[in-house]
């Protein structure tokens, strides 16, 4: 399986940006994927995650009402869309392939992609 994320940037507070990830080399339509992200100094963290179908959404309490997590399984991809950007926002964002169909926060991911950075300015 091989991910490859894309979207970072560096955006102003208060602003949003999208990321993707196109997934290869597996079914991706019959998988859970998510989102996680590592700030500078911290642990990797989950962010949200999405079921096969997209019909499950799960999200950390510090991006619910701002990130959207969604999929295009025709397109095999993954989106997040990230609005009402802060400072805490500030990472590099990895994209994360499950197996299993649905998946929450406490689930383990078995792959991963490179990561694309986020940078919220003041």
């Known amino acids: 399986v091989q991910l490859q994320a894309s979207g970072g940037g560096l955006v102003q507070v208060g602003g949003s940006l999208r990321l993707s990830c196109a997934a290869s080399g597996r079914s991706f339509s019959n998988y859970a994927m998510g989102w996680f992200r590592q700030a500078p100094g911290k642990e990797r963290a989950f962010v949200a995650t999405i079921s096969w179908s997209g019909g499950h959404t799960y999200y950390a309490d510090s991006v619910k009402g701002r990130f959207t997590i969604s999929r295009d399984n025709a397109e095999n991809t993954v989106h997040l869309q990230m609005n009402s950007l802060k400072p805490e926002d500030t990472a590099v964002y990895y994209c994360?392939?499950?197996?299993?169909?649905?998946?929450?926060?406490?689930?383990?991911?078995?792959?991963w992609g490179q990561g694309t950075l986020v940078t919220v300015s003041r």
């Open positions: 994360a392939a499950y197996t299993t169909r649905i998946a929450s926060m406490g689930s383990r991911a078995g792959f």
